[in-house]
């Protein structure tokens, strides 16, 4: 399975503030998501990287408060903008190698605290 | 909509035990159907998956689960569990290649000594 770091590991910011999150995976990969953990939750889907265009975003989620870069099969970044306490989560990037599978395998994650 | 359940929060056994893990989606066609564990402040790892064939799948760490279609289950099970073992399982199902993962709320293990 790929291996998939994300930085920061941690983080904490005051609100109305921006942070970038980024993920690097060390192969080639077809695609790439973000996702979200709210305390004590699930996971929900974001956002999907797409490379060379813009992000799909899932129902709730917009660009402008979650813009979305991928560069290349192997990096990518999302940003969490003007920030308020209720963006306080963990942010995940997992990757899909649809030439090698169907699962998804996910990075350490983010864990945000917004004050 | 598409819809994962996890019936049990919050699951207490003893070390040694057998444990069983509940799963529950709601759609009509036979989707991926995955486990995922999360210890304390980590990412995720999968531990097993089924896409279609056998329907008892073996997975790491000595975790098998079996997909039951009349049931649209997919319970997760390890004869004897380890204190390690403790941590957040997660339940996940995707209908496509490519495709979003929709997961389960989670279930919390503890494991007694």
């Known amino acids: 399975s790929a291996v998939i770091s994300q930085k920061p590991s941690r983080d904490i910011c005051q609100r109305g503030t921006s942070l970038t999150i980024q993920c690097q995976v060390d192969?080639?990969?077809?695609?790439m998501f973000w996702y979200r953990q709210q305390p004590g939750q699930s996971l929900t889907l974001i956002a999907t990287a797409n490379q060379g265009s813009e992000a799909t975003y899932e129902s709730g989620f917009v660009i402008d408060k979650f813009p979305i870069s991928r560069p290349n099969l192997t990096f990518s970044t999302l940003t969490v903008s003007n920030m308020s306490p209720e963006d306080s989560s963990i942010y995940l990037c997992?990757?899909?190698?649809?030439?090698?599978?169907?699962?998804?395998?996910f990075g350490p994650g983010t864990r945000l605290t917004v004050t | 909509a598409q819809s994962v359940t996890q019936p049990d929060i919050h699951i207490t056994v003893s070390e040694g035990a057998s444990l069983e893990l509940r799963c529950n989606y709601s759609?009509?066609?036979?989707?991926?159907l995955f486990w995922y564990v999360q210890s304390p402040g980590q990412g995720l790892q999968l531990l097993l998956k089924?896409?279609?064939?056998?329907?008892l799948v073996q997975g790491i760490k000595g975790f098998e689960a079996e997909f039951k279609r009349s049931q649209s289950s997919f319970n997760l099970r390890k004869p004897s569990v380890h204190w390690s073992d403790a941590a957040e399982y997660f339940c996940a199902v995707g209908y496509n290649q490519g495709g979003k993962l929709i997961f389960g709320q989670g279930t919390e293990l503890s494991v007694k000594p």
């Open positions: 997992s990757v899909e190698d649809l030439e090698r599978g169907v699962e998804q395998y």
């Open positions: 089924y896409f279609s064939g056998d329907t």
């Open positions: 192969s080639q990969v077809t695609m």
């Open positions: 759609y009509g066609a036979t989707p991926y």
